[in-house]
């Protein structure tokens, strides 16, 4: 039997993150799984379409900032680090006056945003099917009120 600060399958512990045995079997459904984060980091609001971007070809930060429209400087800055610290997301400072920042996809993340592409072309393909089944859904569940009241 495993104490509670024992690591077990990925599992973060309350003691140093530096003792979580990285040859354990990650389970994303374990509550303190580092892959839980990870998960939540890529597939976030944010983190999807950061990463979708990304998949398009390497970005300065205002032009992703704008590409990903809707997003506050402050969001995108905290996705992007949370990205980065993944493994998803290069950071690359320019040597150029005054230095500007490019952010790319790492190999890995390159393999997460495909998948990630891929499911936003389906989602967009089938919005003809998710409006009518909104409507269908909200028509059933609205409460009826009589005409005349």
Same mark, same amino acid.
């Given at each position: 039997?495993?104490?509670?600060?024992?690591?077990?399958?990925?599992?973060?512990?309350?003691?140093?993150?530096?003792?979580?045995?990285?040859?354990?079997?990650?389970?994303?459904?374990?509550?303190?799984?580092?892959?839980?984060?990870?998960?939540?980091?890529?597939? %976030?609001?944010?983190? *999807? #379409?950061?990463? $979708? @971007? &990304?998949? +398009?070809?390497?970005?300065?930060?205002?032009?992703?900032?704008?590409?990903?429209?809707?997003?506050?400087?402050?969001?995108?800055?905290?996705?992007?680090?949370?990205?980065?610290?993944?493994?998803?997301?290069?950071?690359?400072?320019?040597?150029?006056?005054?230095?500007?920042?490019?952010?790319?996809?790492?190999?890995? %993340?390159?393999?997460? *945003? #495909?998948?990630? $592409? @891929? &499911?936003? +072309?389906?989602?967009?393909?089938?919005?003809?099917?998710?409006?009518?089944?909104?409507?269908?859904?909200?028509?059933?569940?609205?409460?009826?009120?009589?005409?005349?009241?």
């Amino acid at each position: 039997m495993t104490s509670p600060d024992t690591p077990a399958h990925g599992v973060e512990s309350t003691s140093d993150p530096a003792t979580v045995d990285p040859t354990l079997e990650a389970d994303v459904f374990a509550r303190g799984c580092y892959s839980r984060a990870a998960l939540q980091n890529a597939t %976030g609001r944010w983190g *999807a #379409l950061a990463l $979708a @971007a &990304l998949n +398009e070809g390497p970005y300065r930060f205002n032009a992703l900032r704008r590409r990903v429209d809707g997003v506050s400087e402050r969001m995108l800055s905290q996705t992007l680090q949370a990205l980065e610290r993944d493994g998803l997301v290069c950071r690359d400072v320019l040597e150029t006056i005054p230095p500007k920042v490019e952010y790319s996809l790492s190999t890995l %993340g390159s393999s997460v *945003a #495909l998948r990630i $592409a @891929a &499911l936003i +072309e389906l989602l967009e393909s089938e919005m003809p099917t998710i409006i009518a089944s909104r409507e269908s859904y909200d028509a059933r569940t609205t409460p009826h009120v009589p005409a005349g009241r």
